[in-house]
């Protein structure tokens, strides 16, 4: 069965510091990759899928299939990037469900 | 963005009562919804897979009979959990899947609703 992990529950950086946010995945096939996002009281929301292969706030994640990772990043932290970070899995042979990983919370400080 | 709407955004019931929780897709059409479970604090726990015209598939441990849905078109899901306990209190989000490329829309990508707060007494 297809599993995400998260290894790091926490990150606290300074803001303007580099973060990265670790992804590992473990499945057989082709695998559909996304990180979503979710800020204090909201809903969780789409940062970046890998087919896109956009930045979107400043974030990049790139697929490594050797390793089977799908690493967050972003150069320079931002106050606002504070929030909890959902790295998913989508397998198409399994109905298209997305597999979450445990999440990290981000926390920026000043 | 694509927009999922949820309602009631919380509820409060007491013990034996059932609750209906719709989710929307306000501005695309779902070929597929997903429920959803998280506890204070956890990850997004699927409870189950929802396409329009067909029955829901159920993760395993979820209780079908507990936790009706109904998909009664390709922009309306709903979730009844019937005769509701304590244990069922949960944060239940509900999250819609594109079936096709719009304005404001990814296909394939799922958006989520803003979750629905359900405190059983």
């Known amino acids: 069965a297809q599993r995400v992990t998260q290894p790091e529950k926490l990150l606290s950086v300074f803001k303007g510091a580099p973060v990265e946010l670790k992804c590992n995945y473990s499945y057989s096939g082709s695998p559909e990759l996304f990180w979503y996002v979710q800020y204090s009281r909201q809903r969780l929301q789409l940062l970046l899928r890998h087919i896109s292969r956009e930045s979107i706030k400043g974030f990049t994640a790139d697929l490594n299939k050797g390793e089977t990772s799908f690493h967050l990043k972003k150069p320079f932290a931002q106050e606002e990037d504070s929030a909890m970070y959902y790295c998913?899995?989508?397998?198409?042979?399994?109905?298209?469900?997305?597999?979450f990983g445990g999440g990290t919370r981000v926390l920026v400080k000043p | 963005g694509a927009v999922v709407s949820q309602h009631p955004s919380w509820v409060i019931c007491k013990s034996g009562t059932s609750v209906k929780i719709e989710c929307r897709s306000l501005d695309f059409q779902a070929t597929t919804m997903f429920w959803y479970r998280q506890f204070p604090k956890q990850s997004l726990m699927l409870m189950a897979t929802s396409n329009e015209g067909s029955k829901a598939t159920y993760e395993q441990g979820v209780e079908k009979d507990k936790f009706l849905i109904n998909h009664a078109s390709l922009t309306l899901s709903t979730l009844t959990v019937t005769s509701a306990h304590p244990e069922d209190s949960s944060f239940y989000i509900c999250?819609?899947?594109?079936?096709?490329?719009?304005?404001?829309?990814?296909?394939?990508?799922?958006?989520f609703g803003p979750g629905t707060r359900l405190t059983v007494l």
């Open positions: 999250s819609a899947r594109a079936g096709l490329t719009g304005t404001s829309v990814e296909v394939d990508t799922q958006y």
């Open positions: 998913a899995l989508d397998v198409q042979a399994a109905g298209n469900k997305l597999t």
